[in-house]
């Protein structure tokens, strides 16, 4: 296997050589005649005008010390028109101070070559700026590939996800689901049973992007073997268990599900290694802990759970979430944590869901100190539940 790329005759790519001198042109001609396709710019404008044809140069050889518009200018020009940015382009020089060379690369050069010329380093250098010329498309080909099917695989998730949040009379329900990347390992789910009864999951894949959507994306149809038994949240725990045990490997789920009775008044919880649901009373005005967790999901098939029933009381409030709500860390790596969370719904207490789930997202990004080009550091997914008059 030859060492070094070879281009096949089919492939045979344009140089475009802007030189004022014969001579100089002669000897890069003859260097590259048997392998390359050559045209000839004695000027600045000239250069400019073959860069931009209809069939454009694979690579630039561009002497410096022109008369009129130097080679540093013909550069500028090229890199700033987007339809010759790309192309590279090597100075032809025979100044040699690092001032002259720097600021060839500032203008957009790839390399040098030092008059008076050696053909073959004259050939191998174009040759391996031409392979990375190459190599670089290929790979943005291959990411623009990936983006594409990311963003399909987004899409198959987000058709995944409840289209529409259920509304019943005395219950009033706000999600949000942000991503951290295009698809996410968490996922919700609502099994809407009449206007009286309704079972709502939250889950969490541990990991993150395509496989943990794709064990995400299981669960909606795990979930939906469940209704028969929709009232029980520890059966739908234990039928999501055994569907998934077995599937994978080197990811887990946690899972918190409840069944809201609105004709009994009751909220029955199950959880499996899932952060706590956060009860606030109305008649206290405080916060609590509702914790009744039996393994993670996937992971041991004879793995039990059970479940906790409360009565619900009009005013309160149920927020369930992933924990990239609770490990948002801030500049002094502290995270958020159960306590601030708890502390924010006592003193937001007044906004009805949708506006609570707004401004609380709008909090922790905020404590988080995140901006767009640091995003969020997991999957963040938030359901809020208000009981309320019917």
Same mark, same amino acid.
């Given at each position: 296997?030859?060492?070094?790329?070879?281009?096949?005759?089919?492939?045979?790519?344009?140089? =475009?050589?802007?030189?004022?001198?014969?001579?100089?042109?002669?000897?890069?001609?003859?260097?590259?005649?048997?392998?390359?396709?050559?045209?000839?710019? @004695? /000027?600045?404008?000239?250069?400019?005008?073959?860069?931009?044809?209809?069939?454009?140069?694979?690579?630039?050889?561009?002497?410096?010390?022109?008369?009129?518009?130097?080679?540093?200018?013909?550069?500028?020009?090229?890199?700033?028109?987007?339809?010759?940015?790309?192309?590279?382009?090597?100075?032809?020089?025979?100044?040699?101070?690092?001032?002259?060379?720097?600021?060839? &690369?500032?203008?957009?050069?790839?390399?040098?070559?030092?008059?008076?010329?050696?053909?073959?380093?004259?050939?191998?250098?174009?040759?391996?700026?031409?392979?990375?010329?190459?190599?670089? +498309?290929?790979?943005?080909?291959?990411?623009? +590939?990936?983006?594409?099917?990311?963003?399909?695989?987004?899409?198959?998730?987000?058709?995944?996800?409840?289209?529409?949040?259920?509304?019943?009379?005395?219950?009033?329900? !706000? +999600?949000? &689901?942000?991503?951290?990347?295009?698809?996410?390992?968490?996922?919700?789910?609502?099994?809407?049973?009449?206007?009286?009864?309704?079972?709502?999951?939250? !889950?969490?894949?541990?990991?993150?992007?395509?496989?943990?959507?794709?064990?995400?994306?299981? =669960?909606?149809?795990?979930?939906?073997?469940?209704?028969?038994?929709?009232?029980?949240?520890?059966?739908?725990?234990?039928?999501?268990?055994?569907?998934?045990?077995?599937?994978?490997?080197?990811?887990?789920? @946690?899972?918190?599900?409840?069944?809201?009775?609105?004709?009994? /008044?009751?909220?029955?919880?199950?959880?499996?290694?899932?952060?706590?649901?956060?009860?606030?009373?109305?008649? @206290?005005?405080? @916060?609590?802990?509702?914790?009744? /967790?039996?393994?993670?999901?996937?992971?041991?098939?004879?793995?039990?759970?059970?479940?906790?029933?409360?009565?619900?009381?009009?005013?309160?409030?149920?927020?369930?979430?992933?924990?990239?709500?609770?490990?948002?860390? /801030?500049?002094?790596?502290?995270?958020?944590?159960?306590?601030? &969370?708890?502390?924010?719904?006592?003193?937001?207490?007044?906004?009805? !869901?949708?506006?609570?789930?707004?401004? &609380?997202?709008?909090?922790?990004?905020?404590?988080?100190?995140?901006?767009?080009?640091?995003?969020?550091?997991?999957?963040?997914?938030?359901?809020?539940?208000?009981?309320?008059?019917?």
């Amino acid at each position: 296997m030859s060492a070094s790329p070879q281009l096949a005759p089919s492939a045979q790519k344009l140089i =475009l050589i802007v030189d004022d001198t014969p001579l100089n042109i002669g000897v890069i001609s003859g260097a590259l005649k048997d392998s390359y396709k050559t045209k000839v710019a @004695t /000027n600045g404008e000239k250069a400019l005008a073959l860069a931009s044809a209809e069939e454009k140069p694979d690579l630039i050889l561009l002497d410096i010390m022109m008369p009129g518009m130097d080679g540093y200018e013909v550069c500028s020009r090229l890199k700033s028109d987007p339809a010759t940015r790309e192309i590279p382009v090597i100075f032809l020089t025979g100044q040699t101070a690092a001032e002259d060379e720097t600021r060839g &690369f500032e203008v957009g050069a790839v390399d040098y070559v030092h008059k008076p010329f050696s053909p073959a380093v004259v050939k191998a250098r174009v040759r391996s700026h031409i392979f990375l010329r190459e190599a670089r +498309a290929q790979l943005a080909s291959q990411l623009l +590939a990936l983006n594409n099917e990311l963003e399909m695989a987004r899409q198959i998730q987000l058709s995944i996800l409840p289209h529409s949040i259920p509304k019943l009379p005395g219950l009033e329900i !706000a +999600a949000r &689901f942000l991503p951290m990347t295009s698809v996410a390992g968490d996922f919700y789910d609502f099994i809407e049973i009449d206007e009286k009864h309704i079972g709502i999951l939250i !889950a969490d894949v541990s990991g993150h992007g395509l496989p943990s959507a794709l064990i995400a994306s299981m =669960l909606q149809v795990a979930l939906t073997a469940q209704a028969g038994h929709a009232s029980e949240p520890a059966k739908v725990l234990l039928g999501l268990n055994h569907a998934l045990c077995g599937k994978f490997t080197d990811n887990f789920v @946690t899972a918190a599900y409840v069944y809201v009775d609105l004709e009994k /008044n009751l909220m029955r919880y199950a959880g499996a290694g899932h952060p706590p649901v956060l009860q606030w009373r109305n008649s @206290t005005g405080k @916060t609590a802990k509702l914790l009744e /967790n039996g393994l993670v999901l996937g992971m041991v098939e004879e793995a039990t759970y059970d479940a906790l029933e409360f009565p619900l009381e009009l005013g309160d409030r149920y927020v369930l979430y992933t924990d990239g709500v609770l490990e948002a860390t /801030n500049s002094a790596r502290e995270q958020f944590g159960a306590d601030r &969370f708890m502390r924010f719904i006592e003193n937001h207490k007044h906004l009805v !869901a949708d506006q609570f789930s707004e401004t &609380f997202l709008t909090e922790l990004s905020r404590w988080a100190n995140q901006t767009a080009e640091q995003g969020q550091q997991d999957d963040i997914t938030l359901l809020v539940i208000d009981f309320k008059h019917h």
